[in-house]
């Protein structure tokens, strides 16, 4: 029981505050808390990660009053799935000095796109290319969580609505005509969207390390701070537009050059403090 008023004190603390410091509220050891969501006994459910597994939440770790239930489920074969569920997914394209221009690009970047929610797969999801897939991509980018209601905040008072951030994996199909009208088709198509494993608060946001692997080779990698848009600028550019709601995803960009993968490949995104979202390319979907 001490050991349960403790793990739910310190959820509280996290989910009650903001800023570095959080990335400090522990149980036993020397990792931030880590927010999910996993399947046990046929549903959904939250959960922390801390000391002996993952502690069961009652309700949504978006929830203020979320407190730890007593249930712990070993993280050894547990079924992860996407973190949140969102009622919106925005990206953010061109943030990286070092990405090429788009060829049919209209204006200076960064710019702003969607993907949908049904995109999402979670840590170990197949990513499975579409029938007429001809060059699918991965993008490893860090993703930001938004934590409370956000409409036409300043960017001094944007960080207040991030929850924390995540992982993800931008998967982009280049072999459709990447034009304004294709660009949903292109982002936004069943398991474009891997997201994972785990949700962070309290970390340094603009300047953590984000890495990609490909079977196991390093094809990406760079440090946040090198966005050109920054998190509290990109909330609030974003929230003078769309009113965020709490889960809502924004993916801030990938650095560099991205390259295809073919069925079989094993595709690793690693942000710092976070962890690692894995996913294996399926084989093509079949055709009509």
């Known amino acids: 029981m001490k050991l349960l008023r403790l793990l739910s004190a310190l959820v509280v603390t996290a989910l009650a505050a903001t800023g570095p410091a959080l990335a400090q509220a522990t149980l036993g050891d020397d990792a931030p808390l880590r927010f999910g ?3 046990a006994e046929g549903q959904a459910r939250y959960g922390v990660l801390s000391v002996g597994g993952v502690h069961e939440l009652d309700r949504s770790f978006l929830d203020p009053a979320a407190q730890v239930t007593g249930r712990v489920f070993p993280l050894d074969g547990l079924k992860l799935l996407p973190p949140v569920v969102p009622s919106k997914i925005i990206g953010i394209a061109l943030n990286y000095p070092d990405n090429p221009p788009l060829p049919d690009k209209a204006g200076p970047g960064p710019g702003y796109f969607a993907k949908l929610p049904s995109a999402l797969i979670g840590e170990g999801g ?8 001809t060059n699918l991509n991965y993008e490893g ?148």
Do not use: C
């Not at 956000?150 to 207040?160: T, Y």
């Not at 965020?244 to 960009?253: M, S, V």
């Open 141 to 288: 980018e860090m993703v930001v969580v938004i934590g409370k209601q956000a409409r036409k905040v300043s960017p001094k008072e944007a960080l207040d609505y991030v929850f924390g951030v995540t992982v993800g994996n931008d998967v982009t199909e280049r072999g459709y005509p990447f034009s304004p009208l294709q660009v949903l088709r292109a982002k936004g198509s069943d398991s474009f969207a891997p997201l994972g494993p785990w949700i962070v608060p309290g970390l340094l946001y603009d300047d953590l390390r984000l890495t990609t692997r490909l079977n196991g080779e390093v094809v990406q990698s760079a440090r946040t701070s090198r966005m050109i848009k920054k998190v509290a600028a990109i909330v609030s550019d974003l929230s003078q537009q769309f009113t965020l709601e709490p889960g809502d995803l924004i993916f801030t960009g990938t650095p560099g050059k991205t390259r295809a993968m073919k069925p079989g490949d094993v595709i690793e995104v690693e942000l710092d403090g976070v962890g690692v979202l894995r996913n294996q390319v399926g084989e093509k979907e079949k055709g009509q």
């Open 37 to 39: 969501r996993f399947e």
């Open 126 to 133: 197949e990513i499975v290319p579409p029938a007429d897939s």
